[in-house]
């Protein structure tokens, strides 16, 4: 069982940074992969960055490659979500979840997921 707790959303103008935090709980979360997704109004959640269990390797959406980095550290049992260069697009609820494969894109591959944290990117 992983228990996750994102934090660090906020609102924030265009062209700033945000750096979100996942929290987890359990033992076991050094043997999962992690992902952050989003999900803004009357849209489908979608898919951001990916990074393996060791942290070694990343995978991230066409549309944020260069802008946003995942990290880990697993003696903190912490994932984050380095986002610079924010645009109002960006605006949605951002979500951390845990999955047993890599690179794992779609949500129905991931196991445990946390409640959200509210981005907001003003113009």
């Known amino acids: 069982q992983v228990q996750l707790v994102e934090s660090g959303g906020g609102l924030v103008q265009a062209g700033s940074s945000l750096r979100l935090s996942c929290a987890a709980s359990g033992r076991t979360f050094s043997s999962y992969a992690m992902g952050w997704f989003r999900q803004a109004p009357g849209k489908e959640r979608e898919f951001v960055a990916t990074?393996?269990?060791?942290?070694?390797?990343?995978y991230y959406a066409d549309s944020v490659k260069g802008r946003f980095t995942i990290s880990r550290d697993n003696a903190k049992n912490t994932v984050y979500l380095q986002m610079n260069s924010l645009k109002p697009e960006n605006t949605a609820v951002y979500y951390c979840?845990?999955?047993?494969?890599?690179?794992?894109?779609?949500?129905?591959?991931?196991?445990?997921w946390g409640q959200g944290t509210q981005v907001t990117v003003s113009s």
């Open positions: 990074i393996t269990w060791s942290g070694a390797n990343t």
């Open positions: 979840a845990a999955a047993r494969t890599y690179p794992s894109i779609r949500p129905f591959q991931y196991e445990y």
